[in-house]
């Protein structure tokens, strides 16, 4: 099992290029299920949930393909050819799903353009319950019938689901994509209302536009006009999504831990971050922003005071950069207060940074961070990743503390960041991947 080695207080300078947003490539691989025709997306990272992903379209009857690597940065990330236009199967195993929640938006295409889906249901991080009823819900209003038996949703609908008027309980991402996706094959207009308005979520819809589906925006609402069930002819056979936010994120927050940085991180709309550039801002980082470039230039900064945040849906601070957060807050001077709205059990990174000396509270869902006594820095230790943002948040604090820090179980790692060590190496980083 591969683990990171990490020497800690080493400063960072440099410039770093993220790939796609992982969020984003995972519907727009599901949603190729819609189409007639192939499609390659560009700058695609080999993460193991892409490569998941991968594995359930193929076992579906499509084929995929990565194209030649390009060498864009430190990661060298490809394209991806997928032909979703001659599915065989439409059933998705255990043994797949299992392993990534994402899984279940194949099933609104599938049922969308087939009739019919058998999906076993969900896994992923283990950082709550994520039930998937808003989207059985809503497809369920778009006249899909389904029965849950076995582990699985067994699903099938007459002739063709039916637009109709859906009001999400609560802005699920998930829930948001697979209804409106399926909603894209429906007969007639969809409104769906009260929608995650998460960019990745802002992706998937420029990306159906571009093949013709007719959508349109509202005060967190969609209005889809759904072309029937006969698939989507391809208007755009290539597409680039966008640059991932979590992942540049995390290299601001390395930079702000490691102190006399200057990194410059290139594929990023600083749009995309607006409530996290303005937290980091208000404790004093001079963060430069590069709208026409799309990128971000972080300067040497001395943070003052605490952080005081809730996660939110977007445009809050989104729960995948509360645990980076959190590391951050061990290295600033004054108490924190993180409160964790989202997700009920994602907390789980506080009794690891704890072994590397951290003072930190559990209140319900709200972590209190208390700063470092004098002469009384974090110290390396062996720490275990229990989630993915969860080991982010590891690996950071590893970069700030004294010695050295064994992060293990770094599988959960490389679902969602792709050559992160050596990202990190390429900016004066010691840190390295070994096997245990």
Known sequence: MDALLIEGQRPL???????????????????????????????????SDV????SVLEGLGGTILWEEAQELGVGGHRNLFLDLSKIENFSACYDLVRTMRASILILGPLVAKYGVAEVSLPGGCAIGTRPIDIHLQGLKKMGMEYSVEAGYVKAKVNKALLGTHFVLPFPSVGATE????????AIGETCLENVALEPEIDDLVHFLQQQGVK???????????GKGPYGLDVSCSRFRPIGDRIEAATFLIAGLIAGKARIEIKGINPFHLGPVLETLTSLGAKIEQKNKENSLVLFSSNLSGGLKIKTAPYPGIPTDIQAQLMALALFLPKPSTITESIFENRFMHVPELR????????????????????????????????????????????????????VRRIYHLDRGYDFLEKKLQHLGASISRYQE
Do not use: F, H, W
């Not at 691989?29 to 700058?43: I, R």
């Not at 490569?51 to 991968?54: H, N, V, Y």
């Not at 697979?178 to 094959?185: F, G, H, K, V």
């Open 178 to 185: 697979n209804l409106l996706m399926a909603a894209s094959l």
């Open 13 to 47: 300078a440099g410039t770093v290029t993220v790939a796609a947003a992982k969020n984003s490539i995972l519907p727009l691989m599901a949603a190729t299920c819609l189409l007639n025709a192939s499609v390659t997306l560009e700058n695609i990272p080999s993460l």
């Open 215 to 225: 959508i349109e925006y509202g005060p967190r609402t969609l209005l889809i006009q």
């Open 51 to 54: 490569l998941t992903m991968k």
């Open 355 to 406: 072994r590397l000396g951290a003072q930190i509270e559990l209140e319900g869902n709200t972590a209190i961070i208390s700063p470092q006594e004098k002469d009384k820095n974090l110290t390396g230790a062996t720490v275990m990743c229990t989630d993915l943002r969860a080991s982010a948040c590891l690996v950071l604090a590893g970069l700030g503390a004294i010695g050295e820090t064994r």
